[in-house]
């Protein structure tokens, strides 16, 4: 006795005849083999959506001019905000939040605009439900670059070095700083400098 039996291609050869002869007598097991397979792939194709789009979305605007105004035109043409609400105070938007009536709720500060041409450094505060990671994640990568573009028709001439999109631009994400209320809220900051 040497314990285990050595590897021998004709008992591999055997074991494949007989299973094909098996799958050729059983036409059902066959069928299934092959079938559930194709169908899983072809349902998952178009179940799975790995960019979402019109995600609800409430704002706080504050700022009414006109580089506020540019940049909430920007995301609601963006496809991935569908603005539901204008909220007046940001308890009422950590409140439809908290609910699950909007998945983002955006803050235009007052005086952003303003700020942003002394050259200040103002900050968009975007804040998440985070429940759903992949739908918050990419909506959220995607604001620096949306927000560099539409501002870039504003500044122009001796505004162009405000522009975000000479690298000034930072983004930070940190987590909520009322975890009882909100959970799982994540608060996205896009400031320019």
Known sequence: MNGHPRFSFERLRGI???EFMQMR??????AMMLGIPLIQLTLFGFAINSDPRHLPAAVLLADHGAQGRTLLYAMKNSTYFDFV???KTETEGHDLLARGRVQFVITIPENFSRDLLRGDRPALLVEADATDPAATGIALGSLPPLLDVA???DLKGPLGSLS???????C???RSTIPKL????????????
């Open 16 to 18: 494949i005849s007989k």
């Open 25 to 30: 007598r059983d036409r059902l097991t066959f």
């Open 85 to 87: 609400r204008e909220v």
């Open 151 to 153: 501002l870039q028709n």
């Open 164 to 170: 975000a999109t000479s690298g000034q631009s930072t």
């Open 172 to 174: 930070a994400s940190t």
């Open 182 to 193: 909100l959970r799982n809220t994540t608060s996205f900051r896009v400031s320019w400098a």
